[in-house]
């Protein structure tokens, strides 16, 4: 049992730490709950917990780049003291690290309130119903998150400098990749404007407005990014194009130049055309997003693109 020291009846009061310990906004709530349950919810708890901790031990290898990892690794002979193998590391590292606290979200599955209509509310699928899970998924994980990926975003720069070190050509992908960084960089920040303090309002329900204002800025940045990324690979593959064809690459007999003529030069491209084939619809969702959700009528309506994050990482 719960003590009900754990839940905010009076958020006016509660501080930063009182969010993030809470278990809800409604003591009598949670004490229906145990009533119904029963010994069913101690067992249930533990089960999730055992659950959890095996997933969470499963996490780094679930990660699509796991594997390949581990080849690239025998391949440099880990020698971390070469770049490329930092890159990697790193972004292996952090983005595990993201997926392991996304996972520890998962043991909060619970936060007791009520609704607008005096109705209680147990279950959390979302993480911003539930302050702790809030912090830890989206704000803490966001950081691993964006900086795993910004260490990758290194990669096609790095690569390119490796055939030419012309600033006159090598600048434009330093420009367009800071801009992608500091779209990613922003958020990161963005997350953090939405605190777990925020989510319930006076009467302890869930906002559902403020949630849903802070969405409308998320989708944003979120398509300043996906601009950005297609910024970012397109001069990528230009730059890249404009320095092999000054190198002479077709009549050139260096195998290290062939070879990455084939592979860096064509994977910058197919990274382009993949952004450029599903810029037009992430576009028009986020603009349709705004044009109905305009509506308070058609504000429990929502998207995701995570599914288009998650092909564009595994392409990386």
Request: contains cysteine; aromatic residues 20%; hydrophobic residues 45%.
């Amino acid at each position: 049992m719960l003590d009900e020291q754990y839940f905010i009846e009076n958020p006016a009061e509660a501080s930063f730490t009182d969010w993030l310990r809470s278990k809800g906004t409604n003591y009598t709530c949670y004490i229906e709950y145990i009533n119904a349950v029963g010994d069913a919810a101690d067992i249930t708890e533990k089960l999730n917990i055992f659950q959890t901790i095996i997933y969470i031990i499963h996490t780094p290898f679930k990660f699509t780049f796991f594997y390949w990892t581990i080849v690239v690794f025998i391949l440099h002979k880990f020698n971390f003291k070469k770049t490329v193998m930092k890159i990697i590391s790193l972004h292996f590292i952090l983005r595990s690290i993201g997926d392991i606290l996304n996972q520890v979200g998962n043991l909060m599955d619970t936060y007791y309130s009520n609704t607008e209509d005096g109705l209680c509310s147990n279950i959390v699928f979302n993480p911003e119903k539930h302050p702790l899970r809030w912090f830890v998924t989206r704000q803490i994980a966001s950081i691993f998150w964006y900086s795993g990926e910004i260490f990758a975003d290194w990669y096609p720069l790095i690569r390119t400098k490796a055939i030419s070190h012309n600033f006159k050509y090598i600048k434009y992908v330093y420009i367009t990749c800071l801009f992608y960084n500091l779209s990613k960089i922003a958020l990161i920040f963005l997350n953090f404007k939405l605190s777990p303090s925020e989510l319930y309002d006076s009467r302890g329900i869930y906002d559902n407005d403020k949630v849903n204002h802070f969405y409308d800025i998320f989708w944003i940045f979120q398509l300043i990014k996906y601009h950005a990324a297609f910024i970012y690979e397109i001069t990528v593959y230009i730059v890249m194009k404009k320095i092999i064809k000054k190198l002479d690459i077709d009549k050139s007999d260096i195998g290290f130049l062939k070879k990455f003529k084939n592979l860096s030069e064509y994977r910058m491209l197919l990274f382009a055309l993949f952004s450029l084939c599903f810029l037009p619809f992430i576009t028009f969702s986020v603009i349709l997003k705004y044009y109905l959700f305009i509506d308070d009528g058609f504000r429990i309506m929502d998207f995701s693109l995570e599914e288009n994050d998650l092909i564009r990482n595994n392409l990386k």
